[in-house]
């Protein structure tokens, strides 16, 4: 059963423009929840992440928006860049209970130049 | 270094050989994980050690898998009589302290296991 659910497997944006990739979860226990970013051959390098207390999180060209309600998140990128095109994870985690990260099966981004 | 290092980087073995996967976790993180992923697929947690002691190892999907860690470092995961199935990449991670999740984890670059 995915806990953590991409359902978009690819997503192609011009260079310059926001790149907006979503992840949605059925676990109301999850409270912690980090996107990863991954090249070909390599692991998963950590992006941003978002605590539960809060709905967003930036850092420099990445937001990630948190709706609890919902039980959705986002990842922004802007202006997106060639180099970000890669595999995006998205995964969470609960305080309580497994100490596991749960993934989502990751969105493909091709920024194109 | 500074990151996550695993060993080897790739590994060709036949149908009922044993593999054996090598993880160098970050120096200071006492939390360490085992995932992998097949084709197509996402990450699938596999195993986690606290220290040399391993809480949760409910992502094990067989018995033929198992895992140690010792002086609270290094971690091997070995497969015996590896199956076709068992190709994927595994990967491990690291985080300081694993307690009650809510922790980054940091990721190696993967052991790619093709069985054939």
């Known amino acids: 059963d995915q806990q953590v659910k991409q359902n978009s497997p690819s997503l192609s944006v011009q260079e310059g423009r926001i790149s907006i990739l979503n992840c949605d979860y059925t676990n109301s226990m999850f409270d912690y929840f980090l996107w990863y970013k991954k090249y070909p051959a390599e692991g998963p390098t950590f992006l941003i992440s978002i605590s539960s207390i809060k709905d967003k999180n930036e850092d420099g060209r990445f937001t990630v928006f948190l709706n609890k309600s919902a039980k959705h998140l986002s990842l922004h990128i802007v202006p997106s860049q060639p180099g970000d095109s890669a595999v995006y994870f998205c995964?969470?985690?609960?305080?309580?209970?497994?100490?596991?990260?749960?993934f989502g099966t990751g969105t493909r981004l091709t920024v194109i130049p | 270094g500074a990151g996550v290092s695993q060993s080897p980087s790739n590994k060709v073995t036949e149908k009922g050989k044993d593999v054996e996967l090598r993880c160098d976790p970050i120096s200071g993180h006492t939390a360490l994980y085992w995932y992998r992923q097949s084709l197509g697929q996402g990450l699938e947690f596999l195993i986690y050690?606290?220290?040399?002691?391993?809480?949760?190892k409910s992502g094990l999907p067989s018995d033929r898998f198992s895992a140690e860690r010792t002086g609270g470092s290094v971690s091997t995961l070995t497969i015996q009589r590896t199956q076709q199935e068992d190709s994927a990449v595994y990967l491990c991670a690291s985080s300081r302290r694993g307690a009650g999740g809510g922790e980054t984890q940091y990721f190696g670059p993967g052991t790619r296991l093709l069985v054939l």
């Open positions: 050690f606290q220290g040399n002691s391993a809480p949760d």
């Open positions: 995964a969470a985690s609960a305080r309580i209970g497994a100490n596991n990260l749960f």
